[in-house]
C-alpha cells in the first residue's frame, strides 16, 4: 500500500 | 485531503485554464515557451500512467484526465493551429540538458525499481524544472504579457501549496515522501524570484520587464 500512497496526490 | 492540498490543485487548473484562455482568446502564442509546454505534457503523461492501474478516486481520476488533455490541447495550439506566432526564435533553450539528467536521476534515486515507478519519479524531477525554458525566455526577450504573469503565480503558487500540504500531512498523518519534498521544494525556489517581481510590478498594475 505504500507504493500507492503518493498516487493520491496530483 | 485538507484545504492546501484543494487549493494548490485548483490553483494548477487555473493556471492551466488562464494560459489555455489567453492562446485561444488572442489567438496567438507569443511570448510563450512551447518547449515548457512539451515537457509539462510529457510530465502528466509519464505520471498519470498509473490511471490505467489503480483508482483512487473519482476526483483524482477526473483531475488526471483535465489536467492531460489540457496539457495536449496547449501543446496542439502551439505547435499546430497558432504555429505562425509561436516565438522560436527565442524558445533556445536546451530541453536535453534536463531531460538526459533527471533521466539518469530518475534511474538511481527512486521508491522502487519498476517501470512505473520509475516513470513517476522521472515526471516529479522533470516537473521541477520544467518551466525553465519558459523563464530563460522571459530573461531573454526581458519582458512578459501580463496574462502570462499570471500563469506563472498561479503555477507557481500550486507546489508552494503542496509544500504546505506535505507539512500538514507529515504532522496529521505521518505522510512523508522525500522525493516529491526535495523536488517540490527545487521547483518552489525557482519560481522565487518570478514571485518577487510579480507581487512588486504586476500587482502594481506595471508590465513585468527586467533591467535591460
Redesign the interface.
Known amino acids: 500500500e505504500d ?8 | 485531503m485538507n484545504i492546501f ?1 484543494l487549493t494548490g ?1 485548483l490553483s ?1 487548473l487555473a493556471a492551466i485554464i488562464i494560459l489555455l484562455l489567453k492562446i485561444w482568446k488572442t489567438r496567438s502564442c507569443a511570448g510563450i515557451s512551447g518547449k515548457s509546454q512539451l515537457l509539462f505534457a510529457l510530465v502528466f503523461t509519464t505520471r498519470y500512467l ?1 490511471l490505467f492501474t ?1 483508482f ?2 473519482l476526483y ?1 481520476t477526473s ?2 484526465l483535465i ?1 492531460v488533455a489540457c496539457s495536449y490541447a496547449t501543446v496542439y495550439l502551439i505547435y499546430m493551429k497558432f504555429k505562425a506566432t509561436y516565438d522560436g526564435n527565442h524558445d533556445t533553450f536546451r530541453v536535453e540538458f534536463l531531460v538526459v539528467p533527471v533521466g539518469g536521476l530518475s534511474f538511481l534515486v527512486n ?2 525499481f519498476s517501470p512505473l ?1 520509475i516513470l ?1 519519479t522521472f515526471s516529479i524531477y522533470l516537473e521541477s524544472v520544467a518551466i525553465l525554458p519558459q523563464l530563460f525566455m522571459i530573461s531573454k526577450t526581458g519582458e512578459a504579457e501580463t496574462i502570462t504573469t499570471h500563469y506563472l503565480f498561479f503555477l507557481g503558487l500550486y507546489r508552494a501549496l ?1 509544500l504546505i ?1 506535505w507539512i500538514w500531512r507529515y504532522y496529521f498523518e505521518g ?1 512523508f ?1 522525500l522525493i ?1 519534498v526535495v523536488a517540490g521544494v527545487v521547483q518552489t525556489i525557482l519560481y522565487c524570484d518570478f514571485f518577487y517581481l510579480y507581487v512588486t510590478k504586476v500587482l502594481k498594475g506595471k508590465k513585468l520587464s527586467l533591467p535591460a
Do not use: G, P
Open positions: 507504493q500507492k500512497i503518493h498516487k493520491d496526490e496530483l | 492540498r490543485d494548477h498509473d489503480s483512487i478516486s483524482n483531475m488526471k489536467y521508491h522502487d515507478e513517476w503542496y500540504n505522510f515522501d516529491a
